[in-house]
């Protein structure tokens, strides 16, 4: 096995052209799985975090005919001790609405908090970017959206109709951008005694949560569903609720995994040919190691470690360069403001995967001259020359 690999060693030496082919073959289908895998790993992280990273994973609704949660502190507990891995709790009251300004109207969700608790999942401090919560009573913070159109600002005051005709004259205390159009132009958000005064009801008619693993919100859902003893609750996940979103998802990963498994055939039989030639190139010396006693095992052995070797360095080089791509990338390709317009999402695990299959396909790509190398007939190949 030494004499194989001292062998091959001299054979990647001599045919250096050959060597820093196959070796910028396999650096280049490294990179381009590091930097496609890492691009829509970044994408789909982010366009997850866009839209559900802020809002609720879970949610439980009433189905009775009030639509409201009768104990939703006992609910609240019972959800509690479900499942570990739920980190986020808020009970939640909301009713639709019309808000008057100039000689138009539009349509509102008013939504009640115990604003300590949606703070957790809806980053109302992080996402007001001017003034305070609405901590008193007859105090709203509106959407950006909303705050434009409307021509309101800090200190107005904002007329809303609710559903059974009564008339609330309520002060804005604060502007929030939640970075979704369609909340910032019709959430108008209260803590939840304004909100039971503004729509007639004493209690919550939804408690929305968060999950460590967004992904698993499945399967802690029919948990937290198993929990409640009350019956007429619902319970809904992001996943039910977003179809369209997981499957352009799986779309993306499916375009990205047919793509790398393409690039990693080119690669494969780039290195098969290349070797198949060197076969051919090196038959004569092959034929007099056979003569002078070589075993056909350790003759195939040859070329199994050039495949090796080859894939180790290309998988090191490819690192390298998909690393470096990412990074040039992340700082050329930006926003306006100067952010990504991807974020990079870098992955060791996968990063390490790709360069383990990358040198397992080597190797296995060297089989084949590998094994054309153990039929040779060294008689044959010396009388032939």
Request: hydrophobic share 45%; no cysteine; proline share 2%.
């Amino acid at each position: 096995m030494r004499l194989s690999l001292e062998i091959a060693l001299r054979f990647l030496k001599s045919g250096k052209n050959q060597t820093m082919l196959i070796i910028l073959g396999i650096t280049v289908g490294v990179a381009v799985q590091i930097f496609l895998g890492a691009l829509i790993d970044g994408l789909q992280i982010d366009l997850i975090n866009t839209t559900i990273g802020s809002s609720s994973h879970i949610t439980i609704t009433s189905e009775n005919d009030e639509k409201i949660i009768k104990d939703y502190e006992r609910a609240i507990y019972e959800t509690k001790i479900s499942n570990d891995d739920i980190i986020n709790i808020s009970p939640a009251l909301d009713g639709p609405a019309l808000v008057a300004y100039d000689d138009e109207t539009a349509s509102i969700l008013i939504r009640g908090f115990i604003l300590e608790d949606a703070n957790n999942i809806y980053k109302f401090n992080t996402n007001l970017y001017e003034g305070v919560l609405p901590y008193n009573t007859n105090e709203v913070i509106i959407g950006k959206e909303l705050a434009i159109k409307s021509n309101k600002r800090i200190g107005d005051r904002i007329r809303i109709t609710t559903a059974s005709g009564d008339l609330f004259q309520l002060k804005i205390t604060g502007l929030f951008d939640l970075g979704t159009s369609t909340l910032n132009d019709t959430w108008v958000v209260t803590n939840l005694e304004t909100a039971e005064n503004l729509l007639s009801i004493v209690g919550i008619n939804s408690i929305e949560m968060q999950v460590k693993e967004v992904f698993s919100a499945v399967d802690i859902s029919e948990q937290v569903d198993y929990a409640l003893s009350e019956e007429d609750l619902k319970v809904e996940n992001w996943q039910d609720l977003n179809v369209s979103l997981l499957t352009g998802l799986n779309a993306q990963s499916i375009s990205s995994y047919m793509i790398q498994g393409f690039v990693l055939v080119a690669v494969l039989l780039g290195i098969s040919s290349v070797l198949a030639v060197s076969v051919v190139q090196r038959s004569k010396q092959i034929g007099i190691l056979k003569a002078m006693g070589i075993q056909d095992r350790d003759a195939s052995l040859i070329f199994v470690f050039q495949g090796l070797m080859l894939g180790i360095i290309g998988a090191i080089f490819g690192i390298a360069i998909g690393i470096g791509l990412l990074f040039l990338f992340s700082i050329f390709v930006v926003n306006p403001d100067g952010t990504p317009i991807v974020p990079v999402y870098i992955n060791p695990i996968f990063i390490i995967a790709s360069a383990i299959v990358a040198v397992i396909s080597a190797t296995l790509a060297s089989l084949i001259p590998a094994r054309t190398t153990s039929r040779l007939d060294p008689i044959e190949v010396i009388r032939n020359g």
